[in-house]
T-cell receptor, first 115, second 112 residues
Framework: GENVEQHPSTLSVQEGDSAVIKCTYSDSASNYFPWYKQELGKRPQLIIDIRSNVGEKKDQRIAVTLNKTAKHFSLHITETQPEDSAVYFCAATTLNTGTASKLTFGTGTRLQVTL | KAGVTQTPRYLIKTRGQQVTLSCSPISGHRSVSWYQQTPGQGLQFLFEYFSETQRNKGNFPGRFSGRQFSNSRSEMNVSTLELGDSALYLC???????????FGSGTRLTVV
């Protein structure tokens, strides 16, 4: 089955700096890679996702890159703010039309943005 | 548009008891999946239902079971509870073919 590794497990950056979280996956059939942000005591929330037919996607201060050959994808947060502090999870799955899929999650990265 | 609703939010049970958790997906979503979240193991996949059929199952013992009804609402059952079952149980719904999984707020189960 799919295995997703995520690094680093903790990351501390100063406000305004950039943060990068990296994930690798094992199943070459995986074609959908979402990122979730989970604040303390709250549900994981989808912040950005990327499909295997594109190499990069950006949404304001957040971007995700995908390297299918190397089987890794990364989350980039620029101009970090204190409200970016949370645990971030990457995930991978194979989407097939009309069928169900399961998300395999990385182990999470605790991001702390300091003033 | 209502989000994913999980009930109850909190639950305290005794070892050996059984528990049923409920998840109502976003209207129109046919896929419901369940995850167990613990500090040590992270987010672990339990099972997924699509149109009332279990399509995928994770590596959990048979004490963990679930079902999905014709209105896409799903229930998860854990029998003979063990202390190690204490966790946050999350469900996520999606259209089933386009990704975009949305999570509910979870049920925090404590087994004493």
């Amino acid at each position: 089955g799919e295995n997703v590794e995520q690094h680093p497990s903790t990351l501390s950056v100063q406000e305004g700096d950039s943060a990068v979280i990296k994930c690798t996956y094992s199943d070459s059939a995986s074609n959908y890679f979402p990122w979730y942000k989970q604040e303390l005591g709250k549900r994981p929330q989808l912040i950005i996702d990327i499909r295997s037919n594109v190499g990069e996607k950006k949404d304001q201060r957040i971007a995700v890159t995908l390297n299918k050959t190397a089987k890794h994808f990364s989350l980039h947060i620029t101009e970090t703010q204190p409200e970016d502090s949370a645990v971030y999870f990457c995930a991978a799955t194979t989407l097939n039309t009309g069928t169900a899929s399961k998300l395999t999650f990385g182990t999470g990265t605790r991001l702390q943005v300091t003033l | 548009k209502a989000g994913v609703t999980q009930t109850p939010r909190y639950l305290i049970k005794t070892r050996g008891q059984q528990v049923t958790l409920s998840c109502s997906p976003i209207s129109g979503h046919r896929s419901v999946s369940w995850y167990q979240q613990t500090p040590g193991q992270g987010l672990q996949f339990l099972f997924e239902y699509f149109s009332e059929t279990q399509r995928n199952k994770g590596n959990f013992p048979g004490r963990f079971s679930g079902r999905q009804f014709s209105n896409s609402r799903s229930e998860m059952n854990v029998s003979t509870l063990e202390l190690g079952d204490s966790a946050l149980y999350l469900c996520a719904s999606s259209l089933g073919q386009g990704g975009g999984y949305t999570f509910g707020s979870g049920t925090r189960l404590t087994v004493v």
